[in-house]
């Protein structure tokens, strides 16, 4: 692998630069802001642990910044970009400050959420720097579209970060905590300043590491039963489990049958449950129920 030449990746002036030709203004609409810091970009892949035989995916990468210090460490990297302007431009960015990896670069142009296949061989990392408006749903989907990600670091909006990295029985444990979980081994893996974004956001980021889990959370419950036990239960954070479950199993005797059958206390609180135990309810609300399960349906991380 040739090495790139030191200026490869973008500064300050080379995105503003970058931004003024294309007539781009980041938009609060998007969650656009740019990194404009080469050291940052690269402390985000050495934090990533992107290795030469990867394949990364990067979704959002706006002006090329992070793809730019990604194609320098990885086999490949395939970036999604739902911005016309951007996605129209970044293959000739690339081209343009690292010729010796553009073979190694493929664009996707399109929302992210809707992405369900990549160009070249199967992703094993996820790098990026999330539009902080669609975070969580962005990193959810393309975990359980993408199995093959085994490695996955993303920038977020700090108390987005501290929620998905939360423990069981803090007070921002919630939704993104137990699905991210059911993925992945989460947690917090540094903080990103302000000043270096263009526009400095008004809000400080943090980097999120998830480490696929190796052996899936064991269940005969499918991921959709698991996830509306955690949707119920978190709707209604402040009332028991037996009372903030009643809606979702039709009863709250019923609720309380399936909370005892898990080995779960009906007067436990949703932020007090592992996603293990969030599992076990799900399971025992269906093994209750009259109608066999069909052969062919889903189970585990499937």
């Known amino acids: 692998m040739s090495s790139p030449t030191p200026d490869a990746l973008l ?17 609060k609409q998007r ?33 090329g910044s992070l793809t730019l210090a990604l194609l320098e460490a990885a086999d490949r990297v395939t970036a999604v970009e739902i911005d016309d302007v951007l996605a129209a431009a970044l293959p000739a960015t690339v081209a343009a400050r690292m010729p010796e990896r553009a073979d190694r670069f493929a664009l996707v142009h ?3 959420m809707h992405v369900t296949e990549l160009p070249g061989p199967a992703p094993t990392a996820l790098v990026a720097n999330l539009p902080y408006n669609v975070a969580v749903p962005v990193l959810l989907h393309m975990l359980d579209t993408f199995p ?10 700090a108390e987005v970060a501290d929620r998905l ?18 993925y992945a081994e989460v947690k917090r893996a540094g903080a990103i300043g302000r000043n270096v974004f263009w526009p400095a956001p008004n809000v400080d980021s943090g980097l999120v590491s998830l480490v696929r889990r190796t052996e899936p959370i064991r269940t005969g419950a499918t991921k959709r039963e698991v996830f509306a036990v955690v949707d119920a239960a978190f709707a209604q954070r402040r009332k028991t489990l037996r009372a903030a479950l009643a809606g979702w199993a039709g009863s709250a005797a019923a609720a309380e049958a399936a909370l005892v059958a898990a080995g779960v206390s009906p007067q436990a609180r949703g932020e007090s449950l592992t996603v293990a135990e969030f599992a076990r ?10 109608t066999p399960a069909s052969p062919t349906q889903e189970s585990g991380h499937q």
């Open 281 to 290: 309810i799900a399971e025992a609300a269906s093994q209750r129920e009259t």
């Open 31 to 63: 969650g656009q802001n740019f990194v404009i810091d080469a050291n940052t970009v690269r402390r985000i892949v050495r934090t990533a642990d992107v290795r030469p035989d990867d394949v990364v995916v990067e979704v959002g990468p706006g002006l």
């Open 11 to 27: 500064g300050p002036a080379d995105v503003r630069e970058l931004a003024a030709a294309l007539g781009v203004r980041p938009t």
């Open 148 to 157: 093959s990600i085994e490695r996955t670091l993303v920038m977020v909006q």
């Open 110 to 112: 399109s929302d992210a």
């Open 165 to 182: 990295a939360a423990p069981p029985g803090s007070k921002v444990y919630g939704v993104p905590s137990v699905k991210a979980n059911w």
